[in-house]
């Protein structure tokens, strides 16, 4: 089990000792085994499984700059990317959906635009107390670059958990920030993917709810959608079979 599983000739001692018991874990998923009915030493391994998971997070909680974002503090994508793999694999074995917001800032070219990008930071700073302020300390929570913002809820707790979140965030940054003794009022577009069955690696479920983000933008901002998968589905089986530029009015567009 403990070995160089991903390949690149080094031994990882989070992500080639993980994934080996990954293996281990599906593997007994798949015999139709729970965590009860499991001997005392299977038990253990699974349990170490989920230690060095939070071993990991521990070690990125550290905020290296490979793995952080400078300005907000949050996670950047290589930091959320590799914590989210681990994430969606852990729920997976549990049987648990998980939850993916997306965020986007509405206008925030307007922002660096007029009161200079050391503003801008400050606000997307500003943005990332108030966002990690809404979720808990499970969550993982990342700012992939620019003015967008990702966090991964650990567990969905009802199909209506997402909006309530997401009205959460919305509220949150309707207060105003100070730049330059001026009050400034933004909002964001939020789209939000949910399952665990559905999506094989983070990049995926990220795919949906950016999807679902740029429909939000397209009514406007300041508002949420959550990805549809039947209804993108037709969407893009319809721009396939479309004439000419394969374009549809944005009421009819994937998301």
Do not use: W
Request: hydrophobic share 35%; with cysteine.
């Amino acid at each position: 089990v403990f070995e160089d599983t991903n390949g690149d000739g080094f031994f990882d001692k989070h992500t080639d000792v993980i994934t080996g018991l990954n293996i281990a874990s599906a593997a007994l998923h798949g015999a139709g085994l729970v965590h009860r009915e499991l001997p005392p030493k299977l038990r253990q391994l699974l349990s170490l499984r989920a230690s060095l998971y939070a071993a990991a997070r521990a070690d990125l909680e550290g905020r290296s700059p490979s793995t952080h974002d400078e300005v907000t503090g949050l996670y950047n994508r290589r930091g959320f990317l590799t914590l989210a793999e681990q994430h969606l694999k852990l729920a997976e074995r549990a049987g648990r959906n998980v939850l993916l917001i997306f965020a986007d800032l509405d206008d925030f070219k307007d922002i660096n635009d007029r009161y200079g990008h050391q503003e801008g930071d400050r606000a997307l700073a500003d943005t990332a107390r108030v966002i990690r302020h809404v979720f808990r300390d499970s969550d993982i929570v990342a700012r992939l670059g620019g003015d967008e913002f990702v966090v991964l809820v650990e567990e969905m707790q009802s199909p209506g958990h997402g909006i309530r979140v997401a009205e959460r965030v919305h509220e949150s940054l309707s207060r105003s920030f100070d730049l330059e003794g001026e009050e400034v009022y933004t909002t964001c577009s939020i789209g939000i993917a949910a399952g665990v069955e559905e999506y094989s690696n983070p990049e995926e479920i990220l795919r949906d709810a950016d999807i679902a983000m740029y429909r939000s933008k397209a009514r406007g901002g300041g508002c949420t959608t959550v990805f549809d998968r039947g209804r993108h589905g037709r969407a893009v089986s319809r721009i396939r079979e479309a004439p000419g530029d394969g374009a549809f009015p944005p009421d009819e567009s994937p998301g």
